[in-house]
C-alpha cells in the first residue's frame, strides 16, 4: 500500500508525496511513517491508497488544515464542520477490478454510491435549526462525476481545494473526481429531516445515494424520492465551472490577501498541451498523454534520480504538445525548471468529462471552453480573479487551460482522476528541477525511506 494526500502540497518534500512513482509500496503487516508539513496551505482535502486499484476498497478520509488562529477568515465559525466523502462504488473485490483492466477491459458502470462509506439514509448529519454549518465535500470515487445537494437547502460556496472563494449561493454543486468543495448551510426550515444526496452526472443510468439532515427539533422523518439533480447537461456544467471566483481580499494560509498574488501578470515561461487519449496497444486498451501510455517502472522514479539508476526512465520520454500519432507505452517524464512558470492545456477530445489532477503545486484555472484550444483562446482567459486548485475538470469535446508556478522541487505525478485511466497509462511525473541542490530548495531523503527495485542496497 501507498498512501497519497490528495491535494496536500507536500513542499520541498515529494520524498512524502505517496504514489508509486516516489514511495515503494509498504509491505504487508509492516507500518511506515509520513513526516509532512502543511506549510503555506489551508482547506479541505482527503488521503486514499494510490496503488493499484486499492482505493476500490476504500481507505480514505478526509483532511482539514485550518488556518492559524491569527489569520481572519472570511466568515463567522460554523457551528459545526463536517466532512462527506461521496463516490462511486463497486461491489466486486479491487482485485477483481484490477483483473478487468489488466485483461484489456474497461470498467462497468459502478453497482452504486456511498457517502463516507455508508449506503442510502445510513448517515445522519444532525444540526440545531437557526445555525450555521460548514460541509467539507470530496469526490472520493474511482470513475464518475457528481451532483450534491441538500433538499430544501441553499449552499454559500466559501472555499475550493484551498482557496477562499466569492461567496456566491448554489442550488446544487457538481464535483468532479478528485474535487473538494466547502459550503455553508444554515438550518433554516422547518424542523424536520431533509435528504443530503449525491447522483452521478453524465453516466448512462443514474445513481444516487442519500444521507440524512437531521435537526435536533425533527418533528417529521424523510419521505418520498429525494430531490432529483442534473443529469447530462454539460452547458450548465460549464457556466457553474466559470462562476467560481477567488475572493481577493480575504487572507489564505498568510494575512496578506489572496489577491496581492496578480497571477495574470506574470509572463509565461512554457506552453504544455496535453491531449488524452484511449488507444488500443497490443490488444488491449490502455489511455495515453499526448500519445504516451505510461507504465511503472521497476524502481520509484524519485529513487532513480537521486540514486543515478541509468535506465529506469528517462527525461523528456513526452512530448510537450500532442502527437497525432498512435499510442505507445513509456515510462514518461518531463523534465521542467524550478521557478518557471508555466500554461498547461488540458485538451480532451473524447466524449467523456476529464478529470486531471497535478501533485506538489497548484494552479489557476484561466479558461475553459468548448472546441479546439488555439492561441486565441487566450484572448478570453479570466486574469484577474479566478480560482486555483490541484484538480480541473475538462469536458467532452473540450479544453482547460492553467496557469501554474513550478514553485516545488520534486518529482510529481500529474494524471487522470479517473482510476482506471490512470491505471491503464493516462499519467505521467514531472521532474521539477533546480541545480542548487540545497536544503533551501528540497528536503533531504528521509532516513526511513524504503527502498525497493533498483534501489536496494543504495
Known amino acids: 500500500m501507498i498512501l497519497n494526500r490528495n491535494g496536500v502540497q507536500q513542499r520541498r518534500n515529494s520524498w512524502q508525496d505517496g504514489v508509486y512513482g516516489t514511495n515503494c509500496p509498504i509491505p504487508p503487516g509492516q507500518n511506515f511513517t509520513y513526516v509532512l508539513q502543511v506549510k503555506d496551505q489551508i482547506g479541505s482535502y482527503f488521503y486514499f491508497p494510490s496503488l493499484a486499484l486499492h482505493k476500490a476498497a476504500g481507505g480514505y478520509g478526509g483532511i482539514k488544515i485550518n488556518s492559524r488562529p491569527m489569520i481572519p477568515v472570511p466568515f463567522p465559525p460554523p457551528s459545526n464542520d463536517f466532512t462527506i466523502l461521496a463516490g462511486d462504488w463497486y461491489n466486486r473485490n479491487h482485485t477483481d477490478l484490477k483483473a478487468i483492466l489488466d485483461n484489456g477491459s474497461d470498467l462497468p458502470l459502478p453497482d452504486g454510491l456511498i457517502i463516507n462509506g455508508r449506503g442510502s439514509n445510513a448517515y445522519t448529519f444532525t444540526v440545531d435549526q437557526g445555525n450555521t454549518y460548514r460541509f467539507r465535500i470530496s469526490n472520493v470515487g474511482l470513475t464518475t462525476s457528481i451532483n450534491f445537494r441538500i433538499q430544501g437547502h441553499k449552499m454559500k460556496l466559501v472555499e475550493v481545494e484551498g482557496i477562499h472563494t466569492l461567496q456566491n449561493t448554489y442550488d446544487s454543486l457538481d464535483i468532479h473526481l478528485g474535487q473538494s468543495y466547502s459550503v455553508l448551510v444554515t438550518a433554516d426550515q422547518p424542523p424536520q429531516d431533509y435528504y443530503i444526496v449525491a447522483s452521478t452526472r453524465f453516466t448512462s443510468q443514474i445513481l444516487t445515494a442519500t444521507s440524512i439532515l437531521h435537526y435536533s427539533n425533527s418533528a417529521k422523518t424523510v419521505s418520498g424520492p429525494p430531490p432529483g439533480g442534473l443529469t447530462s447537461q454539460i452547458d450548465w456544467s460549464l457556466e457553474q465551472a466559470r462562476s467560481l471566483r477567488r475572493n481577493l481580499t480575504a487572507s489564505g494560509p498568510r494575512p496578506n490577501p489572496q489577491g496581492s498574488y496578480h497571477y495574470g501578470l506574470i509572463n509565461t515561461t512554457r506552453t504544455i498541451r496535453l491531449e488524452n ?52 507505452l513509456q515510462t ?38 468548448g472546441g479546439q484550444w488555439s492561441a486565441a483562446s487566450r484572448s478570453n482567459y479570466n486574469l484577474g480573479d479566478t480560482i486555483s486548485r490541484c484538480t480541473v475538470q475538462v469536458y467532452p469535446k473540450s479544453w ?59
Not at 541545480?435 to 533551501?440: I, L
Open 277 to 328: 487519449s484511449a488507444p488500443v496497444i497490443n490488444g488491449k486498451q490502455r489511455y495515453a498523454v499526448n500519445s504516451v501510455s505510461f507504465i511503472p517502472a521497476d524502481t520509484p522514479l524519485k529513487l532513480a534520480d537521486y540514486f543515478k539508476i541509468s535506465g529506469v526512465f528517462s527525461l523528456g520520454s513526452i512530448p510537450d504538445n500532442p502527437t497525432g500519432g498512435g499510442g505507445y
Open 332 to 369: 514518461s517524464v518531463m523534465a521542467a525548471d524550478f521557478r518557471g512558470y508555466v500554461e498547461i492545456v488540458f485538451e480532451n477530445p473524447e466524449d467523456s468529462v476529464q478529470s486531471w489532477h497535478i501533485d506538489g503545486h497548484h494552479f489557476f484555472v484561466v479558461g475553459m471552453d
Open 400 to 458: 482547460s487551460a492553467v496557469y501554474m508556478p513550478l514553485d516545488n522541487v520534486g518529482m510529481w505525478n500529474v494524471r487522470s482522476e479517473n482510476w482506471a485511466r490512470q491505471y491503464l497509462g493516462q499519467q505521467f511525473y514531472l521532474r521539477v528541477y533546480s541545480p542548487a541542490n540545497s536544503w533551501r530548495d528540497e528536503y533531504p531523503i528521509p532516513s526511513n525511506a524504503l527502498r525497493c527495485g533498483r534501489a536496494v542496497g543504495h
